[in-house]
């Protein structure tokens, strides 16, 4: 069994006893310690932690910058010691910052818009942590375009039992501040080739971070093929419809294919196909070879579409993806 040596701001050396298997975050949050974490798998370094002993397993660095290595920083989510650490908290707090609620509108039933004050610069794709209190915090998508828009837009989920959706929908106000940090994620549009196709695809607020890559890519005048495929399973699922729909008016090169598995006859369905989005996506690009790839949304789409696009000959360097990881999961 490998043991840990804990110290916070709050809390002087404690040590922890790690079970077989058991991550740092898991064996301090099991102890009883309140550690920050948010995706619970690497990606939203909420978790971040460092280390003293200069020990602990290279995979717990992985995603982090080389000066962050070089300060000890790891991820406890993602750190399975053979070894005892010193590790301490100290870090987490310094990054993030505070900022103020300027607008929440829903966008359907399900859908919440916050927008924030801009309190750093970032590119439109890339997704920040937010925070409830102290220990809380989730990962979001990035939907605004900083060249136009002097906030933070994100687009959130209501999850019944979510412990930060719902409290975002129900009792976040306009005028609170909230905890965020970041900006993190490498899904963002690079304008190295402004003729190359565009190929989006997001489910559910996947369209979050697909939205800010799109508006991003016109602003810089991308003049490729662009093409936006969103999944829902019915109608009432998509958000957004009449700005999409707009912005296909607008921009030639722009097609937007709004997919849900099921259509009811009452629906106003005029832009809506009724299709299975795996299968669909070959009708819209029958060869992935030459298209710059962004997929967004839950983890399980992400990933069928991923092996979809490269079997339909994306090249892996080509597709950019945000898995939407539950904590959990
Ligand atoms: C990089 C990244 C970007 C993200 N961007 C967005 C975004 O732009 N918009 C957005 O709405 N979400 C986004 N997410 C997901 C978000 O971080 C939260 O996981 C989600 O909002 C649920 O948090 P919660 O606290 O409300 O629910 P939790 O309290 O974490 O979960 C409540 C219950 O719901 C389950 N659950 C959690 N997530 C899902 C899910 N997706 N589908 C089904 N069941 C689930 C949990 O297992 C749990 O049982 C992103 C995640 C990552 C990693
Ligand atoms: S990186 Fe560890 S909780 Fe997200």
Known sequence: M??????????????VELEQGE?????LLRAGHDIPYGCRAGVCQSCIMQCSSKNMPSQAQQGLKPAQKELGYFLACNCLPSEI???????????????KILEKTYLNNNVLRLRIDKVFDYKPGQFCTLWKNKTVSRCYSLASIPQKENFLEFHIKKLDKGQFSKWAHNDLQVGDSIGVQG?????????????????????????SPLYGVLRDALERGHNGNINLVLGAKNADDFYLVDDLLALERRYIQLNVHFVAQTLLKSDDNKHIVEADIYEYIHQVVPDFKNQRVFLCGADSFV?????????????MPDISADAFLAFNQ
């Not at 490998?2 to 040590?15: L, M, Y």
């Open 303 to 315: 990933k069928k579409m991923k092996r979809r696009c490269f079997m339909a000959g994306a090249n």
């Open 23 to 27: 991550t740092v975050l898991d064996g």
């Open 85 to 99: 650490m010193d590790v301490s908290t100290a870090v987490s707090k310094s990054e993030k910052v505070s900022a």
């Open 183 to 207: 900006p993190l994620g490498e899904c963002f549009y690079s304008y190295t080739d402004i003729s190359k196709p565009l190929f989006l695809a997001g489910i559910g607020t996947g369209l």
């Open 2 to 15: 490998v043991a840990i040596n804990f110290t916070s701001e709050q809390e002087a050396n404690q040590q």
